[in-house]
């Protein structure tokens, strides 16, 4: 007898295979807690825009910068270096424009 045959005859039938009640359980108390985090999460940002309307925080208290690292800092480079090309294109243009048209010479 080879290992698939025992594995197979050792498998259920399909009729005998049902979710059950505690998977549907499990699922609904899943569904309860995110609905509940929402809640929550909602409840909070709301407090936060209160105190921020009521002066609760400091605005002259400036915020620390924090470096970008990894994929974010090599975004960051990206789109500086896009950015200083596209001036330095655009000061070509410019520059090219005051100079005039090129001589045929």
Not at 9 to 34: C, K, R
Not at 45 to 66: F, I, T
Request: aromatic residues 4%; without cysteine.
């Amino acid at each position: 007898m080879s290992l698939t045959s025992v594995v197979l005859a050792a498998a259920p039938q399909d009729e005998d295979v049902v979710a059950g009640w505690t998977a549907f359980a499990l699922f609904v108390a899943l569904i309860v807690v995110v609905a509940l985090l929402g809640v929550s999460l909602t409840r909070r940002l709301k407090n936060v825009d209160k105190a921020a309307e009521a002066g609760l925080y400091d605005p002259s208290d400036p915020k620390r910068e924090r470096r970008a690292t990894g994929l974010a800092a090599a975004r960051e480079m990206h789109a500086q270096r896009a950015a200083d090309d596209a001036a330095e294109d655009e000061q070509a243009r410019h520059d090219a424009d005051r100079r005039g048209p090129a001589s045929a010479d």
